[in-house]
């Protein structure tokens, strides 16, 4: 079974400040991760990807994850928060092509002016 | 079409009404889900397609819950007796069936369905 634990539902940070996004799974065969961003309204987005190829993996908008098997964690960061970055983040997981994926619960972004 | 596109997108339905949404995948894509959204929460699995054939429906929540698929490209996901805690935005996604491969979903708008 996969399962998937953002931690914190709501993270506020000001404009230009570092921006972490945590994430937590449980998966009993090697994961695929996603994070996704929605905006209001919107479908989901994909931001980046961890496939196995390498355990840092960057994204659209400067954002990037870093995956650490040891912690089971794959949090989201980018060093500068920008005002169009306020949205709703999900981590997710899946075994991969022809499997569901398992969303988190989302962690709203905040940022500041 | 350049997107996954779904309609309505959205839908006020009377209690015991039955609904249909629709979704239309990306050309070409053989991989075609369902999820529900519930206020505040990240999507939840309701069922997957691969080409016309529903492979899992493990997350449909009552019987109520149907969907299909026919020709392998538009699917429709309907709602029969809809009840108030059917309230939620129902997202459709799709993407290649790569086995072994991180396939990325490409999801639509969403549906909000609500059920008075």
């Known amino acids: 079974a996969q399962s998937v634990t953002q931690l914190g539902s709501h993270v506020s940070v000001s404009e230009g400040a570092l921006v972490l996004l945590r994430c937590n799974y449980s998966?009993?065969?090697?994961?695929?991760l996603f994070w996704y961003v929605q905006y209001p309204n919107q479908g989901l987005q994909l931001l980046l990807k961890?496939?196995?190829?390498?355990?840092l993996v960057k994204g659209i908008n400067d954002f990037e994850a870093e995956f650490k098997k040891s912690e089971t964690s794959f949090h989201l960061t980018k060093p500068s928060a920008h005002m169009s970055d306020a949205a709703e983040y999900f981590c997710?997981?899946?075994?991969?092509?022809?499997?569901?994926?398992?969303f988190g619960a989302g962690t709203r972004l905040f940022v500041k002016a | 079409g350049a997107g996954v596109s779904q309609s309505p997108r959205y839908k006020v339905a009377k209690r015991g009404q039955d609904v249909a949404l629709r979704c239309d995948p990306i050309?070409?894509?053989?991989?075609l889900f369902w999820y529900q959204q519930a206020l505040g929460q990240g999507p939840e699995f309701l069922t997957y397609?691969?080409?016309?054939?529903?492979?899992?429906k493990s997350g449909l929540p009552s019987d109520r819950f149907f969907a299909e698929r026919p020709e392998g490209s538009v699917s429709t996901l309907k709602i029969q007796r809809t009840q108030q805690e059917d309230s939620a935005v129902y997202l459709c996604?799709?993407?290649?069936?790569?086995?072994?491969?991180?396939?990325?979903?490409?999801f639509g708008p969403g549906t909000r369905l609500t059920v008075l």
């Open positions: 996604a799709s993407s290649l069936a790569l086995s072994g491969r991180a396939n990325e979903q490409f």
């Open positions: 961890y496939t196995s190829a390498a355990t």
């Open positions: 997710a997981v899946s075994r991969g092509g022809g499997f569901k994926t398992i």
């Open positions: 050309s070409g894509h053989v991989s």
């Open positions: 397609f691969q080409n016309e054939a529903q492979l899992d």
């Open positions: 998966s009993s065969v090697p994961p695929y």
